[in-house]
Every structure is written in C-alpha cells, then in structure tokens.
C-alpha cells in the first residue's frame, strides 16, 4: 500500500485499485493521518483515488463505511 502517497506514473485511480488488487484494503487520508476502511467496497471502488465524503462509524484506526459521496466543495 501506498500510505499517504501514491506511486508516481499512476493516476490516484489506478495506484489505488493496483493497491486492492494486490491485497491492501482502501484507506482514507485526513491530514496525513490514514484511516482503514471496510463496508461498502462498491461506493469506495467508485471514488478511488479521488476527493470524497465518507460516512460510517469510527473504531480506533478503522473505519467500517455506510456510504461514499462525491466531495462537495
């Protein structure tokens, strides 16, 4: 997995689902700090590598999404 960055010569997309496809499961970046994600894999799979609103409930470092939406603003 990426981490915070992803690889260079990949569009975000493409880094991300390379990263699935290779056994990491989705995250999500907030000021620096990553967040492992479960639930919902076809809401996330349709926003990979891109700027979204993630909701669903927090426990620890994880957490397990209820839905993924197009960032507003």
Do not use: W
Not at 31 to 40: E, F, P, Q, R
Not at 57 to 65: E, F, L, R
């Amino acid at each position: 997995m990426c981490g915070t960055q992803h690889f260079t010569g990949m569009t975000p997309a493409e880094c991300v689902r390379k990263c699935i496809k290779d056994g990491s499961q989705y995250a999500l970046v907030v000021g620096g700090k990553l967040y492992k994600l479960d639930g919902n894999i076809a809401g996330l799979d349709a926003y990979a590598g891109e700027k979204a609103s993630v909701f669903g409930t927090a426990k620890g470092d994880t957490i397990h999404v209820s839905s993924v939406s197009a960032r507003k603003g």
